[in-house]
């Protein structure tokens, strides 16, 4: 039986080269001068303050071209409301999100179903969704239809065995 597992993933390392990158681009940019602009990164959240809500929308775009230019979907990112700060200034804060849930697991195994692929099987197992079938051809067939898919989340195909 052939198998691979559709994961979530997100590569901390290269978020952190893609803040590093967007905090050193603020730090000399002339519109950025003494606007008291930061980017900071947490656990699994990024902390974004800025003096105004357009340069607080300025500083997105370049974290989100620094991102992009990383390799890392912007459907991991998902950007809260802009607040009021103290002293003046704006702030935002952009989780960042891995794994599979529970719920967006059932709606893969429920698209997966709806192919209507014959001897196709998917299974969820913790952050992950097994997909199990006697053909290699099925395999591809279910990889290329959840690429052209648009689930909501950055989705990536690991252990493809045969």
Do not use: H, W
């Amino acid at each position: 039986m052939a198998s691979f597992d559709v994961v979530s993933e997100i590569d901390m390392q290269e978020v952190r080269n893609a803040i590093d990158q967007a905090s050193r681009e603020i730090s000399q940019r002339y519109d950025f001068k003494n606007t008291n602009a930061s980017i900071e990164l947490g656990d699994s959240n990024i902390a974004m303050t800025c003096i105004s809500e357009d340069r607080l929308t300025a500083l997105r775009v370049v974290l989100e071209e620094k991102l992009v230019k990383r390799r890392v979907s912007l459907k991991a990112v998902d950007f809260g409301d802009v607040e009021a700060a103290s002293g003046g200034t704006v702030r935002q804060s952009a989780n960042l999100q891995a794994g599979i849930s529970s719920d967006k697991a059932r709606d893969l195994n429920k698209f997966i179903k709806g192919l209507g692929l014959k001897g196709v099987q998917s299974q969820t197992q913790g952050e992950q969704v097994r997909v199990i079938s006697k053909k290699r051809d099925d395999l591809q067939g279910v990889i290329s239809a959840l690429k052209e898919a648009d689930l909501g989340i950055p989705l990536q195909f690991n252990n493809f065995r045969d």
